[in-house]
């Protein structure tokens, strides 16, 4: 019997191989043969097995795939409980492959991966421990929450130190192993070399086949201690079938030491071109342990640079306090920050860390923003602003109230986010994950092939050519460099992003954003502030400006329209001081009218003007209507019956919006605006930043229908917005871009999230998904470039006109430094500039 299921959660080849083996293991099941490409599981089966049995079997295999009858919805897949507790400085207990060979899937233990035989590398993200613990240097049993004495002995508690991070565990034991191994391996490699001294006196201490027995005995910490667990990977490569770099290893190192071994236990079954003069057998346990040892280093190395990989996410978990200080009953405590809930009060002293996310409820500071925003200048904060926790306060202390706590916080999603993006698989690593499906066995034929050609056709001794030249084939070759060459850079580009306030979602949406030919930009909220705010004041002849700001702030004191706001604030920063106000009556959709300092006033707009009776001027009547044409607000205020002034109220322009646009033109973007607006106040703010192309009315669905007609002409639309409105276009573009400032669904719509969300973000986005594009691509073209010329000079092709041969160890050592140098390449990121 044959059926054909569809599976999910599948993301690359890895995944592939692993749902097959998966299903070929349940019983009854003669093969199955998964697709990655359609999602299909092909599965030939002696009588028929229900499908609750596979769907067991992929579960009891950890749920991350799940299997289902074509056209069926899948069962869901097991998810992880996210945790409440604070974010503070931690490692999360989670595991995942540098080289993502799983995509995203993460491991509850270390140790290595069953598709590629790396060391699985800790995530550092938010971690559930609570905050600061103190102990007893004498009596480490006690434990305490606060400092304190000892109940003991009375000695001081300390601070606790957190635990060791798996990854620096990691390091330390490989740099034992490492050193153990040199230790081992330089008296062998000294006694080989020897061999090429004329008259070489070690001889006269022993004769040779002593020498070598020597070399056995030095050689078995290193093979069976320090670096056994190559040999180990090796080994399960070759049993599921996932032939990986260390297959390569473990066959060319494997080979070269048994060869030795056998050689001395017996001698006479080589033929003589194998013998030294002295009659013993060619050994190569120099070969093997130089080898082995410089493999060792290369992943010594590699684990130090794993550790700076994600440093963004190690610096955005300093930011996180452990204690706060909480204000109840007009007494202040000191509590953990997993202790703070949801309407808490929390004092914030100068200096002091914000705890979590809120808003100022008394007092103001200037904020320091810069590791979340990336802006340099601290924000000025007064009662009402909200503050994110890891800011650090300025000079004056503030009160806020406690919005946001735990995994809720900003600054808790943005670790997380970096973390997801960090396992995300960009497009482009599917070309290194063909190229790498195919490239361990080409190796083992090249190997092979190699062995056979020098065999025939090479000098004498032509066995022992043949041996070495095969070996060192298997030795240089580095699928490892081409897996890291994505993954690495990626990592390191969305931990840069974060430091610079550009969430990246996915590692697809970098990818695409380099792609881009369109960017759709909506106005409300994205090229403006998306609040009115005053522009500025109009007078007549008989009135003063400070007099007409008096009046309008006076009575718009009494009203609560969102314009009466905007006019109160901007009194407040002009130092405008009230007059006394009586009378007030709103007027629906027209203004409002009462008594300011026992004169008659209104303001509003032409049809108030007309209710009140009043005149207005000539000359007033042109500078008004010239600012309503350009799609402006303009309150008009009478007194005494007579129109004596006019406030300017629009949605301001970013300050940063101008100059971003031009930026993003030069680089060869065409930028759209679209906006719900009338066509007046798009018009004028087009014109305002240079742009050519706009559309105003627009409703939802109009959005998301001009991203449609774009991609039809076969364009590569972004779409950058902040509102609810927006998240059907933000999710039907290429890559949405979200304002951090605008809405929650509109942030979840979206590929990309500027955290201060303005424009200027964008262009942040755009020249790090350049730069780290780049960066792939130099990965890629080295780790193919070592390889295609690497293999051949091995293989000996250079011997005959040049008579070069590449030794196995110089190939070892060329191998490790492979992939050590994509890690620093990557790495370069850290340093490059986005602004």
């Not at 997801?420 to 698989?425: F, G, I, L, P």
């Not at 971003?660 to 703010?685: F, P, S």
């Amino acid at each position: 019997m044959k059926h054909t299921y569809k599976i999910h959660g599948m993301t690359c080849n890895g995944c592939r191989s692993h749902v097959e083996k998966t299903l070929s293991e349940v019983n009854g099941v003669s093969k199955a043969s998964v697709d990655l490409e359609k999602a299909e599981a092909v599965i030939e089966m002696e009588k028929h097995i229900p499908l609750e049995t596979f769907q067991k079997a992929l579960k009891d295999d950890g749920g991350r795939y799940s299997i289902s009858l074509p056209g069926e919805n899948p069962l869901p897949a097991a998810s992880k409980k996210e945790s409440k507790k604070s974010p503070l400085r931690g490692f999360g207990g989670s595991y995942y492959c540098p080289m993502h060979c799983e995509g995203d899937k993460t491991y509850d233990k270390p140790g290595d991966c069953p598709v590629c035989g790396m060391d699985l590398v800790e995530e550092v993200k938010v971690s559930s421990s609570s905050a600061t613990q103190y102990t007893c240097p004498m009596h480490p049993e006690i434990v305490r929450d606060e400092p304190g004495s000892c109940p003991i002995c009375g000695m001081d508690l300390v601070p606790m130190e957190a635990d060791e991070s798996a990854e620096n565990k990691t390091y330390k034991k490989l740099q034992k192993k490492f050193w153990i191994s040199v230790a081992f391996t330089l008296p062998i490699f000294l006694i080989a070399m020897s061999e090429m001294l004329p008259n070489n006196p070690m001889y006269n201490w022993m004769p040779l086949k002593y020498w070598n027995w020597l070399q056995l005995g030095l050689s078995l910490p290193v093979v069976f201690y320090a670096t056994w667990m190559f040999f180990e990977r090796a080994y399960r490569s070759i049993k599921t079938w996932n032939l990986n770099m260390f297959t390569l290893i473990g066959i060319g190192a494997g080979v070269a030491w048994l060869f030795s071994v056998f050689g001395m236990l017996f001698p006479d079954f080589f033929p003589a071109q194998f013998k030294t003069d002295a009659g013993t057998v060619h050994v190569y346990f120099e070969a093997a342990t130089v080898i082995l040892t410089l493999v060792l280093m290369g992943q010594l190395l590699e684990a130090r640079a794993h550790s700076r990989t994600n440093n963004a996410v190690k610096e955005l978990l300093k930011l996180a306090p452990n204690q706060a200080i909480r204000v109840a009953d007009g007494k202040e405590e000191t509590i953990a920050i997993d202790q703070i809930k949801v309407g808490d009060k929390l004092r914030v002293k100068p200096g002091d860390k914000v705890p979590v996310d809120g808003s100022i409820v008394e007092g103001g500071s200037s904020v320091d923003e810069s590791m979340i925003t990336g802006e340099p200048v601290p924000v000025t904060k007064t009662e009402g602003d909200k503050v994110s926790s890891g800011t650090i306060n300025g000079k004056q202390t503030f009160v806020m109230k406690a919005e946001k706590v735990g995994s809720d916080t900003l600054l808790s999603q943005i670790i997380e986010m970096v973390n997801k993006a960090s396992r995300s698989r960009a497009p482009i690593q599917k070309l290194a994950d063909k190229i790498s499906g195919y490239f361990v066995p080409i190796v083992v034929l090249i190997s092979i092939i190699t062995f056979i050609v020098w065999a025939v056709f090479g000098p004498e001794p032509k066995y022992v050519y043949a041996l070495v030249n095969a070996i060192a084939v298997l030795i240089i070759a580095c699928p490892c460099a081409l897996g890291l060459a994505t993954p690495m850079s990626v990592m390191v580009g969305v931990g840069k992003g974060a430091q610079n306030g550009v969430l990246i979602k996915n590692a697809e949406a970098l990818e695409t954003l380099n792609k881009i030919d369109v960017l759709i930009v909506d106005k409300t909220g994205t090229i403006t502030e998306g609040k009115p705010s005053v522009e500025k004041i109009g007078v007549s002849k008989d009135f003063s400006e400070k007099e007409v700001l008096q009046y309008i702030v006076s009575l718009n004191k009494l009203s609560e329209h969102p314009l009466a706001e905007a006019t109160v604030k901007y009194g407040k920063e002009n130092n405008s001081e009230a007059l006394k106000a009586t009378d007030f009556n709103s007027v629906t959709g027209k203004g409002g009218t009462g008594v300011v300092n026992g004169k008659k006033v209104a303001l509003g707009n032409e049809k108030m003007m007309e209710e009140a009776g009043a005149n207005i001027s000539e000359e007033l009547k042109k500078e008004i209507s010239k600012e309503q044409q350009k799609g402006k607000t303009v309150p008009m205020l009478s007194v005494e019956g007579k129109v004596v002034g006019y406030v300017v109220i629009a949605d301001k322009i970013k300050e940063t919006s101008k100059k971003a646009i031009a930026e993003l033109q030069r680089k060869g973007i065409q930028v759209i605006m679209l906006t719900g607006d009338n066509h007046d106040t798009a018009k004028a703010v087009a014109s305002e930043l240079n742009l050519t192309d706009f559309r105003a009315e627009m409703l939802p669905q109009n959005k998301m229908e001009v991203v449609e007609k774009l991609q039809a002409q076969g364009k590569k639309v972004a779409m950058a917005g902040d509102g609810i409105n927006d998240a059907p276009a933000l999710a039907k573009s290429d890559v949405g871009i979200a304002m951090g400032t605008g809405t929650d669904v509109a942030i979840e719509s979206a590929g990309i999230t500027l955290v201060k969300g303005d424009l200027h973000g964008i262009v942040k986005a755009f020249t790090l998904s350049e730069k780290v594009m780049r960066n792939i691509k130099q990965n890629l073209f080295f780790a193919l470039i070592y390889n295609t010329v690497g293999i051949p000079i091995a293989a000996g092709v250079l011997y005959p006109v040049f008579g070069i041969l590449l030794s196995p160890m110089i190939a070892a050592l060329a191998m490790s430094f492979s992939s050590v140098s994509v890690i620093t390449n990557a790495l370069r990121l850290r340093s490059a500039s986005i602004d």
